[in-house]
């Protein structure tokens, strides 16, 4: 039925074939290929979430399998078509369309063009792939590819230091994760016997009384785990903030449209897992509750809140521009996290009614998408402008840069949750999911404290760089040469702007967005019911935004509060230092390396010599001992019989020739001397025996 | 008629002077002669024997054994001969060939 959707995956691998081989013939015009193949997938995207929105008006559960070839028996590769991939490859496409465009401006006068819109190409195939897998195996396929491209592209510069190590750190951070992934996977084709999604769904739903539970605990943590380190939740994170040595589109691309959206996207398709259903009618699913793990959900909602939380603090003191952003990706993707697991428990505990956590952290995905590609876009256009990161070096960039400080703006109000806008609706949903979870678990309620700390860090931190990089005086040098980026960066610049602005009316469309994406039913509850439904919330976050925003505004526009009264004092100067140094955890990577991994390898290392060079040496040595002993034998017993016997042989026969002379008459002395005895015996023998008598 | 014994004891005399100049004497010559004389023990028994016995076979024997003989010291000669051209000598306690 779907079978057109295969031309959404094989258009940018085609692209990537194409930009690959033959980019290098035409260089300067190799960034459209990319441009084009995304750009096919997106329109075919398209249209797949228009048929598929058809198939019943929004809110009808479709389930399409667009049908490709056996792979390996028992193993088909074939998509997926449901509401949740369709609407993410039109997402990704869209994104990516939009990045790959603007990185023909931002990527104008680099040399390796080819190689880095073959590596894009790729890398939306990767995610494409991966949102519309069919089952585990195959996303863990496509997933590996965006793992590589991940490396290839964050390395790009690969000659500056600084980026090949960054690309190494990410691609090994995110290989913990990719290894529990596929333990996860391993374990799901061992339990359960297939890899679908339907089909392990059906196996649940029939089979999970016989299942050991802490495997049903287990299976969803070990895909978790591949998550953490693709969307670089604590204490995976560490690659994130590095990864910005890549160029600025790339960061783009991993932040918004693919890479880190993946893991978000991964523990939705695992709330098979974490919501087990059933269906008890035709088209009516019930939660199975005995085989709800309530742990899991609660690590996933307890690592979304803290890094939430953890990852804002450190976004606050940094002054480099794509940090901060990153910061605020890992941060932004935590709530996400945290907006499943709370939905992922009020989901379980109140039957599939309750779907408002799963859309709102979806809806909140969609929203990040946009907004933090815009936002790293037009970051991209500031360091074109100014060819440096460091936000101390700006400042003032708002008349030399209209188009990117207005679009910026716009990004920003919708990061920090400014009424009205995209953040503003799906966060709060988030929040609002969290704070009502609480009365069933106290703890998240305490997440949920920590969810509005973040939201008021995120005003905070976000309108921080806003001010210093556009507000008040320039700081750089060279102003005369800071100018607008060209067209073809601030297109997708007011594209996205745009989308900013208007992806938060997506909710209105659809009510609540959960019709769009749900899990287990649709259901009526739209934006406005939510907030209405808990003005208090609505109140509390809002009020949070604008005082994150108004703080802001007074410490780095007005400059009343000087910005130094936060580090005066010695418990202030000792936390900045604390978040400036990202919590000393890089620092505790590098050491745990180098004496935990160096104390393995010593360990290992003296293993080796003692243990199993000492066994083989001792077996050698053996082996020498008897074969000593087998040579002695040989030498000795063998040797000294055969020289023994030879040696007596020659020893008589030297006294023996003595008797051969040579001499004809001392031979015929010897006949004549046995002829003689001869002669002696007959006639004794026949003479004088009987001449004796002897008979 | 003579007694036969008479015959055989001249008959083992002749055999052991004979064997005493093959066991004793130098000279290839005096050797071979030594060897006819110790042909003719033999010879003697044949003849003794045949006419003790009235069977004339017996001096048949003889005159081929005595024609064997000739032939036999023609041979020895003729070998003799070789040696001294190969030699120069036929001293026999010289030529020592037959040795390891």
Redesign the interface.
């Known amino acids: 039925m779907f079978e057109y959707a295969w031309l959404i995956i094989l258009s940018p691998l085609v692209g990537f074939l194409i930009a690959g081989l033959f980019g290098r013939y035409f260089p300067k015009h190799v960034g459209w290929v990319s441009v084009g193949s995304i750009g096919f997938s997106f329109v075919v995207a398209l249209w797949l979430l228009i048929e598929v929105l058809q198939r019943g008006a929004i809110g009808a559960a479709v389930s399409e399998i667009a049908t490709g070839v056996e792979w390996v028996p028992g193993i088909r590769f074939q998509l997926l078509i449901d509401n949740l991939s369709a609407f993410m490859l039109v997402l990704v496409s869209l994104l990516s369309t939009l990045i790959a465009l603007y990185s023909i401006g931002y990527m104008a006068h680099e040399e390796g063009k080819p190689r880095y819109f073959a590596e894009i190409c790729l890398f939306v195939a990767g995610m494409l792939g991966t949102v519309s897998a069919d089952n585990f195996l195959q996303l863990l396929i496509f997933w590996e590819i965006m793992g590589l491209c991940s490396y290839l592209l964050i390395g790009f510069w690969y000659h500056k230091p600084e980026a090949a190590s960054a690309a190494k750190k990410a691609f090994l951070v995110t290989r913990i994760g990719d290894v529990l992934f596929l333990f996860g996977v391993i374990a799901i084709q061992i339990i359960f016997g297939t890899l679908e999604f339907s089909g392990i769904q059906r196996q649940l739903a029939a089979n999970w009384m016989n299942i050991d539970p802490r495997m049903l605990t287990l299976i969803p943590l070990l895909l978790f785990g591949g998550a953490v380190g693709k969307s670089a939740q604590f204490p995976l994170h560490l690659w994130l903030p590095d990864a910005m040595e890549g160029p600025t589109p790339v960061s783009a691309l991993i932040h918004a449209a693919t890479m880190v959206k993946a893991g978000v996207f991964l523990v939705a398709r695992s709330f098979i897992f974490l919501v087990p259903t059933e269906e008890v009618a035709p088209g009516v699913r019930e939660v199975i509750h005995g085989a709800v793990p309530w742990n899991a959900i609660l690590i996933i909602a307890i690592i979304g809140g803290f890094t939430a939380f953890f990852a804002a603090t450190m976004a606050l003191a940094n002054y480099d521009i794509k940090r901060v952003l990153a910061y605020s990706t890992i941060s932004q993707l935590a709530y996400m996290f945290l907006g499943l697991g709370a939905g992922a428990w009020l989901l379980a505990e109140h039957g599939v009614e309750e779907t408002a956590g799963y859309s709102a952290a979806l809806f909140h995905l969609t929203n990040h998408a946009f907004f933090k590609a815009l936002l790293f876009l037009a970051a991209g256009s500031v360091i074109h402008a100014v060819h440096t990161n460091d936000m101390r070096e700006m400042g003032g960039l708002r008349k030399h840069l209209p188009i990117t400080s207005l679009t910026m703006l716009l990004g920003a109000l919708a990061l920090s949750g400014f009424p009205g806008f995209s953040g503003f609706w799906s966060k709060d949903e988030i929040l609002a999911v969290t704070f009502e979870a609480g009365s069933g678990n106290s703890l998240f309620t305490l997440l949920w404290i920590a969810g509005i700390g973040t939201a008021f860090m995120t005003a905070f931190y976000t309108f921080r760089l806003w001010f210093m990089t556009f507000a008040g005086k320039y700081r750089g040098h060279d102003e005369e040469h800071v100018h607008e980026s060209p067209r073809v960066m601030t297109v997708p610049l007011m594209i996205l702007a745009a989308f900013t602005i208007g992806s938060g009316a997506f909710a209105f469309l659809t009510n609540g967005w959960s019709n769009f994406v749900f899990y287990a039913a649709p259901h009526e509850q739209g934006p406005i019911d939510a907030l209405a439904a808990s003005p208090t919330l609505a109140i509390i976050s809002v009020v949070v935004a604008l005082g994150g925003i108004g703080l802001a505004a007074l410490v780095y526009y007005r400059q009343t509060i000087s910005a130094g009264v936060f580090t005066r004092s010695r418990a202030g100067a000792s936390v900045h230092r604390l978040l400036s140094n990202r919590y000393y955890i890089d620092e505790g990577a590098n050491q745990l390396a180098r004496y935990g991994v160096v104390g393995v390898a010593a360990a290992t290392d003296w293993f080796d010599r003692r243990v199993i060079d000492g066994a083989v040496n001792g077996i050698a040595r053996g082996g020498a001992a008897a074969s000593r002993a087998s040579d002695w034998f040989d030498r000795r017993v063998v040797d000294g019989a055969v020289n023994a016997f030879s040696l007596t042989t020659v020893r008589s026969s030297l006294t023996a ?1 003595k008797r ?6 001392d ?3 010897v006949i ?1 001397f046995g002829l003689s005895i001869v002669i002696i015996v007959i006639l004794i023998w026949r003479v004088v025996l009987p001449a004796l008598g002897v008979p | 008629m003579i007694p036969l014994e008479y015959e055989l004891i001249l008959s083992a005399l002749l055999f052991v002077i004979g ?1 005493y100049g ?3 004497r130098h000279n290839a010559i005096v ?1 071979l002669m030594s060897i006819e004389i110790m042909f003719n023990a033999p010879i003697l028994n044949l003849v003794a024997f045949s006419a003790y016995t009235g069977d004339a076979a017996g001096q048949m024997f003889a005159l081929i054994a005595i024609a064997l003989a000739a032939g036999e010291a023609a041979v020895g000669l003729a070998i003799f001969l070789v040696l001294y051209r190969a030699h120069g000598t036929v001293d ?2 010289r ?6």
């Open positions: 020739r051969q002379t040579g001499r004809v008459q031979y015929t002395a004549v | 064997l093959v066991l004793t050797v026999l306690s030529v020592r060939l037959l040795r390891w």
